[in-house]
């Protein structure tokens, strides 16, 4: 339900249009009344009304003044100038306020409640463009790490074109000045996951950087700085070689590659750090490579992995997951899990699991032992508002609107 709130020094103009709006809209408005410009501000800063009539001339403040102060406090507040005055010499001022919409009394009911719809849409379509733009954000926190990676093997690799390196920077706005690589090898039996877990928490002290998937054995750190920047190489290498074997209780071996500029900069020092490990260029693709070779070799070898991989997530699907767990459970490297997810499965990691729990969650909405917020928990969403946003996305009806539905289903059996 919208709050309307109507200001009007005359208490019969306020009841009369209030009238008109139940009669015209019922059912739509909560309606709060104000009597002056300061009753009126006060009452939009209590109750966030999403429209408000305004009379012009009222005692003390002012309806333009009190537009002028609401608006300050509440930017999408959509407002309808209400006044027996000749409106033009006014018009100057509302215009740079803001204001909607005019209306001249006595107040014609199909007029009132033709504005009203009006602004109703314009509040509707602004709404679905804040979901969408939640929906994008969400999505985009999600794939940054999955980019992070992406550019991260992409830096690593031989073969690689300019266009996917700078797309990949596009995605992450990053712009490198000058930087240089760090190549990690670990010594003896880890779990891949949480030695790239520790290297991103430990690169956090740093001002830019990301890191890729564990490789095998390998995996590299990019660290980009400002132009003259502090920063030596071998120094954070040794710093990095030291953490991780106090983390993990196993060797590491680190080597950093020399200070450069520009993005085959960062390419070229990540070739020199591997160097300095003894290991090269073309030895590297051939690991990273390995898991995609093998697997588009075997078709069914392919599938036994997305049918591993879709147990997991449905194992676990009540808790946070990501997609860098999920491939590291298979053994693959993110970016190329990811393809071989939305190839074999007919959608992508997110969406997947967004359906697994929607439909845990209308499952668990038709039984009625839990609470709509107890469900949303139960079903690995932090946030209730999100939850619903992400429901009704997905069924067309909110999660309240689904059980009503369920309960109508159950009488009607």
């Not at 509707?124 to 929906?135: A, C, G, I, P, V």
């Not at 890729?212 to 400002?226: C, D, K, N, Y």
């Amino acid at each position: 339900m919208y709050r309307l709130l109507i200001a009007d020094d005359e208490a019969l103009e306020r009841e009369g249009l209030e009238f008109i709006i139940q009669q015209m809209l019922p059912g739509t408005f909560q309606i709060i009344h104000a009597e002056n410009g300061r009753v009126a501000i006060q009452r939009a800063e209590q109750h966030r009304p999403h429209i408000v009539l305004m009379d012009i001339k009222m005692p003390g403040i002012e309806g333009l003044e009190a537009i002028r102060q609401m608006k300050e406090r509440n930017p999408g507040l959509k407002t309808v100038l209400v006044t027996a005055y000749d409106y033009f010499s006014y018009a100057q001022q509302a215009i740079s306020l803001g204001v909607n919409e005019y209306i001249l009394k006595p107040a014609k009911r199909e007029l009132v409640a033709n504005v009203l719809r009006k602004l109703l849409q314009e509040l509707e379509m602004e709404e679905n463009k804040r979901e969408q733009s939640l929906e994008r954000q969400e999505k985009l926190s999600q794939l940054m790490p999955l980019v992070e990676s992406e550019l991260a093997i992409l830096l690593m690799s031989d073969a690689v074109l300019e266009i996917e390196l700078e797309q990949a920077m596009s995605l992450l706005e990053l712009q490198i000045d000058e930087g240089f690589a760090i190549a990690i090898v670990g010594e003896g039996d880890m779990d891949r996951r949480k030695v790239v877990y520790a290297l991103k928490n430990y690169g956090r002290t740093m001002k830019t950087n990301f890191v890729s998937p564990m490789i095998g054995r390998h995996a590299a750190m990019f660290v980009t700085l400002e132009k003259n920047a502090e920063e030596n190489p071998d120094t954070v290498a040794l710093r990095i070689k030291l953490f991780l074997e106090e983390q993990f209780n196993i060797g590491f071996q680190t080597a950093a590659g020399s200070l450069e500029q520009g993005i085959e900069g960062l390419r070229r020092s990540y070739r020199e750090a591997l160097s300095a490990l003894g290991g090269t260029g073309s030895l590297l693709k051939e690991e990273m490579e390995w898991n995609t070779q093998q697997l588009g070799q075997d078709r069914e070898q392919m599938l036994r992995v997305i049918d591993r991989a879709k147990a997991w997530i449905k194992e676990r699907y009540h808790q946070e997951l990501s997609m860098e767990q999920a491939a590291d459970y298979v053994n693959l490297n993110p970016f190329y899990f990811s393809k071989l997810f939305k190839k074999h499965v007919g959608e992508t990691f997110i969406d997947y699991l967004t359906r697994l729990r929607i439909d845990k969650a209308k499952d668990l909405i038709g039984r009625e032992e839990l609470s709509l917020k107890e469900v949303c928990y139960e079903v690995g969403y932090n946030d209730p508002n999100y939850f619903s946003r992400v429901f009704k996305k997905v069924t067309g009806m909110s999660p309240t609107e689904h059980r009503s539905f369920v309960d109508r289903l159950k009488q009607g059996s």
